[in-house]
């Protein structure tokens, strides 16, 4: 590991011994959806925020050795859940040429599902147990479709549905015993040519795996309901975007009865779109403030294992999640319910989900308010009538540095105009005095 890495791997250790209000670091999995229906719980209730990185071919491009210093490295950060594809078709360059994985193995014999390599299993096994170990969620795609041949759709449409099911009996029988997989169908595609053989596959684990839950990840533009949403086997919406985010999960979210919805693709760091660490920045607060029951972070080359991996754990867009993730720790976050109407932020909000507006969220109770402020935001009038309190106290945290900046407690009384300490994006926090939170973040200047 690098000296930068150890040195970030520590500073997320000593910040995750900052007081909180609730967390999910130790998780009994496995999930399920909570009685509200917003968000996922544990098995003694705890709500759990997925705060998410994206190793599609962790078990494929990586050693069990070198997985484990990757899962490691994450915890450290704050990280809670890992997207894998098993198996995976990306090479170490991150060609789409269906390589043999670390070990020189493929996962089927003839690329037949019926047949599936045994040591090539065995080294998924590993991992995930590894990752049980520490407490990761898996969210595991066991048949990747592919946007650009690459993926399996092909090996789907030849096997057709009879082997999809043998295929989806073969896995639910070989993982029901891991608690921490959340199952996820299709994959950067929609199913539109593959459904009976998608629908066999989900249904044949399920069959044989009770313990777990159902998502889908679809093509850009699409929630995992907007297939097989009505046939009972999906319990988990998702959102995937290229665009604001947050109007992603706003719409997405609406659907009756409530289903949790998480942020499961938008633009990585350093991805196709150019997009930087200081665009990503802004992802999980944008979806947790709209609703999201979490969010997926991604990085170029740590998506598909490539060359390169070990230094990018340590990005400056993986630090950014670190400050997003111990802000969301800091406050009830499963109580949040966005600001829609702009009836808590009253001006200079702009539209609600644009990119360059405000996104707000207020707890049920109205005892804690969170907004956070793109650049182009220069300050936002808050109406206090409508929170609770006697005196309320207030907060700029950075999430460029997961600092907070104090502002001088103050009565509840009207409206309040609000301006950043510095440039660039901010997230205002205010509370109810009375519930002595620490600060934002766990962390002052």
């Not at 490295?73 to 060609?95: I, N």
């Not at 665009?279 to 060359?307: E, I, Q």
């Not at 409206?415 to 205002?428: I, K, M, N, Q, Y």
Request: aromatic share 12%; charged share 25%; glycine share 10%.
């Amino acid at each position: 590991m690098s000296a930068p890495l150890r040195a970030t791997v520590g500073a997320c250790l000593a910040l995750a011994a900052a007081p909180v209000v609730l967390t999910a670091q130790n998780v009994a999995f496995p999930l399920r959806v909570s009685p509200t229906g917003r968000h996922l719980v544990d098995q003694r209730g705890v709500p759990f925020l997925i705060h998410g990185d994206t190793p599609w071919s962790l078990t494929h491009n990586l050693t069990f050795e070198e997985a484990a210093r990757y899962m490691g490295a994450r915890k450290a950060q704050g990280f809670d859940t890992l997207m894998v594809s098993v198996p995976d078709a990306y090479d170490p360059d991150g060609g789409k040429t269906y390589p043999p994985d670390r070990y020189g193995r493929q996962p089927f014999t003839d690329d037949d599902l019926t047949q599936p390599d045994e040591p090539y299993w065995a080294h998924v096994d590993r991992v995930f147990k590894e990752a049980e170990r520490l407490g990761f969620l898996l969210l595991v795609a066991p048949a990747y479709l592919g946007a650009d041949r690459d993926g399996y759709v092909e090996l789907l449409r030849k096997a057709g549905p009879p082997r999809c099911r043998q295929y989806g009996l073969w896995l639910g029988k070989r993982y029901r015993s891991l608690s921490n997989i959340v199952w996820v169908h299709g994959g950067d595609r929609n199913p539109w040519d593959v459904r009976d053989e998608v629908r066999a596959l989900a249904q044949a684990i399920r069959e044989v795996d009770e313990r777990h839950l159902h998502t889908a990840h679809w093509a850009n533009g699409t929630a995992a309901f907007d297939y097989f949403g009505d046939e009972g086997w999906l319990d988990v919406n998702s959102s995937y975007t290229y665009g604001p985010v947050a109007w992603r999960i706003l719409a997405d979210r609406e659907g009756s009865p409530p289903r949790p919805t998480f942020l499961i693709e938008t633009h990585y760091e350093n991805d196709f779109g150019g997009k930087t660490a200081e665009d990503v920045r802004a992802y999980p607060y944008r979806a947790v403030l709209a609703g999201a029951a979490g969010h997926l972070f991604g990085n170029k080359p740590t998506w598909f294992c490539g060359r390169g991996w070990e230094a990018a754990l340590d990005s400056p867009g993986a630090r950014y999640m670190t400050h997003a993730i111990a802000l969301f720790r800091s406050r009830p976050w499963y109580e949040l319910e966005p600001d829609r109407r702009h009836q808590l932020v009253v001006e200079g909000h702009w539209e609600s989900g644009a990119d360059e507006g405000v996104q707000a969220a207020a707890t049920q109770d109205r005892t804690t308010l969170i907004a956070y402020l793109p650049a182009a935001r220069k300050e936002v009038r808050v109406d206090l009538e409508r929170l609770v309190g006697r005196r309320l106290r207030a907060s700029w945290f950075d999430p460029r540095t997961g600092t907070a900046t104090p502002v001088a407690p103050f009565e509840r009384a009207g409206s309040r105009t609000f301006a950043p300490p510095g440039e660039g994006d901010w997230v205002l926090v205010i509370d109810d005095e009375a519930r002595r939170y620490g600060p934002p973040g766990g962390r002052l200047p």
